[in-house]
């Protein structure tokens, strides 16, 4: 009954109700408290697709993109550390499928590119500022608008451009994740996920188990005292 309205819109050929509909989707993940990729995701996805990108074979960097960011998303999705350490929080279950669902769903309007006009890169241009932001950059954007009025002229333009540059990258670096969705979280994604979740499982019914004992433990001490 929820999606009733947007079904209409879509079956009616309702332009504008797909406008709003859309608009409101970008509102979603706009408003989201961390962004549809987690914070921790954001340097170490750009330093990749940098990477990537200056490799001489088109063939050679798409895989390279697609295994690192397969190794990426496993260490802050599953285990909640990008750094080795086991420092960050791990996502929700909840949070990681939705994450999976969005790119897959952008994966299939690319697909209709021919008819729709979006293809990765322009998916890329609509989405990225919404869903791969750095922690700070509502606070570096202000920065960089202040800043202009108080340093000269060519620092004001190398900040600037090195703004844009970044805001490209993370435009590609989205573009190469909604293209290659399917080959990042494969079956062997799937696996690993499952993995990770029985033995966070695991950990759980362990530590209360562990709870349980003791407490029956001591229930038979003080049977035994009195």
Request: glycine letters at 6%; aromatic letters at 6%; hydrophobic letters at 40%.
């Amino acid at each position: 009954a929820d999606t009733a309205p947007a079904q209409q819109a879509v079956q009616q050929n309702d332009v504008g109700g797909r406008h709003v509909i859309a608009a409101l989707f970008k509102a979603f993940l706009r408003e989201l408290p961390e962004p549809l990729f987690p914070f921790a995701t954001y340097t170490p996805l750009l330093h990749l697709y940098r990477a990537c990108k200056k490799m001489s074979s088109a063939e050679q960097s798409r895989a390279a993109f697609v295994s690192g960011a397969r190794s990426l998303m496993g260490q802050v999705l599953l285990r909640g550390d990008s750094a080795g350490d086991g420092t960050l929080e791990q996502p929700t279950q909840a949070a990681r499928s939705m994450l999976i669902t969005v790119l897959r769903f952008l994966h299939r309007v690319a697909a209709r590119s021919a008819e729709n006009k979006m293809t990765p890169t322009n998916i890329g241009v609509c989405f990225a500022p919404n869903v791969l932001r750095a922690p700070s950059a509502e606070s570096r954007d202000k920065a960089l608008i202040s800043a202009q009025s108080t340093t000269s002229a060519s620092q004001a333009s190398a900040n600037v451009a090195a703004a844009l540059e970044e805001t490209n990258v993370a435009i590609g670096a989205l573009a190469w994740m909604v293209e290659h969705v399917g080959d990042v979280f494969d079956a062997s994604w799937s696996e690993e996920e499952h993995g990770a979740r029985s033995s966070s499982n695991n950990s759980v019914d362990s530590s209360s188990g562990g709870g349980g004992s003791s407490s029956s433990s001591s229930s038979s001490s003080s049977s035994s005292s009195s």
